[in-house]
């Protein structure tokens, strides 16, 4: 090694400075700025805690009230008529949770994609595109019961029948600029020499945009889209707006009233009953499970697709 | 092409150049297609404005200017001035914010600045879940297990505060039931939190690090970093995000309606029951009709103004940040 | 490691051969036998699993000006960043190895590496004054160090624009945004700020690679007048202005590592700037100085 740097010179280690004090790197800070920065450092860290508990305290809470009456029975028999009553279940409200969640995302989730796909595929500097760009934002912050509120007076009271597929309207609507918003994130982040490339080969922007475009950003599209269904299925005031109530299984969308979980809870929170409150812990048990898995595998996606870009 | 081919080939090739073949069918179609999805977007926020004032219009027409000066609500006696609701409105949305607004942005502090990666994702994941969480899961919460055990602490801060000048009346009047703006406004704190934090983490994000950079090495603290080299250049973002919270908590309608107790009164008392404006309309929909559905529609319209404008100017002052951040 | 001035696992020893002395076109003030501020042994830095430069052994001596240099990516910035300690906040990034300061170990435990920082300045790649007025850029370090003294201030700031070869230009504008300077203005404003915290060593990380040729004609003229007073290294991917400016000089270079198709960045040679370039005893310096590779 040594001889690789002829130059290296013995050098006299001074170690006092002209003045004779000893050189050091170990002077202290003023108490002063040691004391704000590491006040500073706790208070950030107290924030989080402020965050976490609660969150913990929550999960906890619901998970034990909830957890001791979910089973099989909690999820499939109807709901008893008198909140007084104890016992199972919320069968009816499941299956309209499912079904209208499943229903919104029929509606909302193409819509949003293609939107996005006009947006930022064929025209993103338009005026036009601005405007639509602004109005999602806009939606994006509209309340829930705002849109209930819409549905029930362009829908329920055109039809003059409260129903599920009102609900999956007001979902849907939700859903729509969340949907929008993610999907034109994702085809931003698509390499634009993609598009050249294929472009360069002769195809046309839809066949691009179906074969390279939206291929390349799957994956965060469909993360954005279950983060959109998980919050639009712990929805609630929508719910209780436009599709009405029901205490027995109602499989048909188009046809009579029906409820979900969401709207359940509500329902039965506000009860002094033991049995009704007991019913509304099983219900937000099962709906934050329900809501948390969309969450979670929407993460895991969206990290995933993260790393395959690095 | 070349100048060699036949005049008959060359005019056929321009043909296959100009043609309207099938792909070019297809595309128009799809350009279409999507066009339309763009505008049913603007199509339905357009609808949401008309069709509400519509049926609005029976409950400001009787009541005018006095549907948000007036603060008697009886729907028996056919009277509707949302004052209260208002009121309520504002005051839960303020202890939401001067709550959560501190927490969120140390949060945000926390996870750019300080805490190592793989921390990061843990804290990330935690306000994930947070915003996960449904908001009637938050009001069951409320209802059930953070009224009935905060009215000793209310209690308790009665005693103390309630006899201060200034600060008293706020506290003064026992503890209540617990469902009260107070718990309002604290539940609502907890469901803005995750959206200023993320908001604000995207801030943070542009600050450029060569100024963080040096101001550590004209031999800053961490924190010293932090409010010489961060924050002023965050502020703009900050203030953005926190906007984006106000239009959150001012539309959140099922946690408050659950723990806000349902009064008409306006006091400064926080221990007491109130009522907001879009819980009003999720707990009245139900037996309401007439003149009072309309009036209910009515609040919906001025919560649909009132977010609209708050989150433009959110954008607006968010989007103008960042630019800004980038062309320094 | 100890404090006491020992370097348990330091060996200072001479050469082989006669050490030659610096000379050239500018004078070494310090001569040869300047003592040496830092004392580099075998340090290497490492990114998570990824060896960013491995085995670096040198030594930098006072009131010269030590340039690094070496293709991109070869881990001269790295190793810079390791004199003040920068690499701190970096996450994942990691030091091995013996970096001392006049014998004192800079990674060790007691160390405050508040006070390395103020001590050993830095001056970046982009100018990055901060979005304040002139004044309150150069007075940002005496401030968050507890100097409130307005006529105090004043003073300090108006010595260290005048030491950066800026004061005359912007002595009636100190309260303007710093961002109207021009981008050579900036530079030397960051300059400024950086000695007004009164340093012992300017670290400059390719402090010219933003400005135009005039611009770094004023930074360059500039070292050479500040070199009595600091001690000054600097990262350049520009050969000639390392010939320009420097007594000595660092090659840097990397190696490919087969197993992993990684690269890790190794010093090939230190030596007195002349010898560098007419004279190189590496074969790879060679090529690099003669424009061959890189």
Excluded at chain 1, 9 to 27: I, M, W
Excluded at chain 2, 12 to 37: E, I, Q, Y
Excluded at chain 3, 6 to 27: I, K, M, Y
Excluded at chain 3, 157 to 180: F, I, M, N, P
Aim: net charge neutral; aromatic share 8%.
């Amino acid at each position: 090694m040594t001889s690789r740097h002829p130059s290296i010179q013995t050098a006299p280690l001074v170690q006092t400075d002209p003045s004779g004090k000893p050189y050091s790197l170990t002077a202290h800070l003023s108490p002063r700025r040691r004391m704000a920065d590491f006040a500073a450092t706790t208070v950030m860290v107290a924030s989080f805690f402020a965050a976490a508990v609660p969150l913990v305290l929550i999960i906890g809470y619901v998970f034990t009230k909830g957890g001791r009456v979910v089973d099989m029975a909690f999820l499939t028999e109807s709901i008893p008529n008198s909140y007084r009553r104890v016992g199972p279940g919320m069968g009816p409200a499941v299956v309209g949770t499912l079904l209208i969640t499943g229903a919104a995302s029929l509606m909302a989730i193409p819509l949003g994609v293609l939107g996005a796909v006009y947006l930022h595929e064929y025209g993103p500097k338009r005026r036009f595109a601005r405007v639509v760009r602004f109005t999602t934002d806009v939606m994006t912050g509209v309340p829930s019961v705002v849109m209930g509120v819409f549905v029930y007076v362009v829908w329920v009271l055109r039809f003059r029948s409260q129903t599920g597929f009102a609900g999956a309207l007001a979902l849907a609507c939700l859903m729509l600029p969340i949907v929008v918003r993610t999907t034109e994130e994702m085809l931003k982040l698509v390499p634009a020499e993609l598009r050249q490339a294929s472009t360069a080969l002769g195809a046309r922007t839809w066949r691009t945009t179906l074969t390279v475009v939206l291929p390349a950003a799957l994956p965060g599209i469909t993360s954005g889209a279950m983060l959109a269904v998980a919050r639009a299925a712990g929805e609630t005031a929508p719910i209780i707006l436009v599709t009405g109530l029901t205490f027995q299984t109602n499989a048909n969308l188009f046809e009579g009233n029906n409820t979900t979980l969401a709207a359940q809870i509500f329902r039965n929170a506000s009860q002094p009953f033991d049995g009704a409150q007991a019913r509304a812990y099983g219900a937000a048990f099962t709906l934050i499970v329900l809501v948390f898995i969309f969450t979670i595998v929407a993460r895991l996606i969206s990290s995933r697709f993260n790393r395959m870009r690095r | 092409m070349t100048s060699t081919t036949s005049g008959d080939a060359g005019s056929s090739a321009v043909r296959d150049l100009k043609s309207s073949d099938r792909g070019a069918v297809v595309d128009a179609g799809f350009r279409w297609l999507a066009f339309s999805a763009a505008v049913t977007i603007l199509v339905v926020l357009g609808l949401i404005a008309w069709a509400s004032v519509n049926r609005a219009w029976p409950a400001f027409a009787q009541e005018g200017i006095r549907f948000v000066t007036s603060s008697r609500w009886a729907p028996s006696a056919d009277s509707f001035g949302a004052l209260t609701m208002v009121y309520g409105t504002v005051v839960v949305s303020t202890i939401a914010l001067l709550s959560a607004v501190p927490v969120s942005i140390g949060i945000a502090l926390f996870t750019a600045e300080v805490a190592p990666r793989r921390l990061q994702t843990i804290i990330v994941f935690v306000i994930d879940l947070l915003a996960a969480v449904p908001s009637v899961v938050y009001g069951l919460w409320g209802i059930l297990f953070v009224a009935p055990n905060l009215t000793g602490v209310y209690g308790w801060l009665s005693e103390v505060f309630g006899g201060w000048p200034v600060i008293g009346p706020l506290f003064a009047g026992g503890a209540g039931s617990g469902r009260s703006f107070m718990t309002a406004g604290l539940i609502l704190a907890l469901m803005v939190t995750p959206i200023i934090t993320s908001v604000s983490r995207e801030v943070l994000a542009t600050v450029p690090q060569g100024e963080k950079d040096a101001a550590l090495a004209l031999g800053a603290t961490r924190w010293e970093m932090i409010r010489g080299a961060v924050l002023p250049h965050s502020f703009g973002g900050m203030v953005g995000a926190t906007m984006l919270g106000l239009g959150r908590a001012m539309g959140e309608t099922i946690a408050v309606a659950l723990v806000i107790g349902s009064s008409y009164q306006i006091t400064s008392h926080l221990f007491a029951s109130g009522s907001a404006m879009p819980a009003t309309i999720a707990l009245e929909w139900g037996e309401s009709s007439g003149v009072h559905r309309s009036a209910l529609i009515g609040l919906g319209v001025v919560l649909f103004l009132a977010t609209v404008v708050v989150n433009s100017l959110a954008r607006t002052v968010v989007t103008r940040a960042e630019r800004r951040m980038r062309g320094a | 490691m100890s404090v006491d001035g020992s370097l348990p696992d330091v060996v200072l020893t001479a050469p082989p051969g006669p050490a030659r002395p610096v000379a050239g076109h500018q004078a070494n003030p310090a001569g040869p036998t300047a003592p040496s501020v830092f004392q580099v042994r075998d340090l290497s830095v490492y990114y998570g699993e990824f060896k960013a430069v491995r085995d670096v052994k040198l030594d930098i001596y006072e009131h010269e000006i030590t340039a690094f240099i070496g293709p991109s990516g070869c881990g001269k910035s790295t190793v810079l960043r390791c004199f003040n300690r920068m690499n701190d906040p970096i996450p994942n990034a990691r030091v091995e190895g013996g970096m001392y300061y006049r014998g004192i170990d800079v990674y060790g435990d007691d160390v405050e590496p508040v006070e390395v920082r103020r001590r050993i300045g830095m001056v970046f790649q982009k100018p990055n004054p901060f979005p304040k007025s002139i004044f309150d850029n150069v007075a940002y370090g005496p401030r968050i160090a507890g100097n409130r003294n307005k006529a105090d201030l004043a003073d300090i700031v108006e010595r260290a624009l005048t030491q950066a070869a800026l004061w005359e230009e912007v002595k009636d504008r100190l309260h303007k945004s710093a961002l109207g300077l021009s981008g050579g203005q900036q530079q030397r404003l960051c300059i400024a700020r950086a000695i007004a915290v009164d340093p012992e060593v300017l670290l400059m990380d390719e402090p010219c690679s933003a400005l135009d040729p005039i611009a770094t004609g004023r930074i360059e003229d500039l070292m050479e007048e500040i070199q009595q007073d600091y001690t000054i290294i600097i990262v350049t991917h520009n050969m000639q202005q390392a010939a320009r400016v420097s007594d000595r000089c660092a090659f840097f270079t990397t190696e490919v590592n087969e197993a992993s198709d990684t690269r890790t960045g190794v010093l090939v040679e230190y030596d007195a700037t002349e010898n560098m370039f007419s004279n190189p005893s590496d074969e790879r310096t060679e090529n690099y100085v003669t424009g061959r590779f890189g």
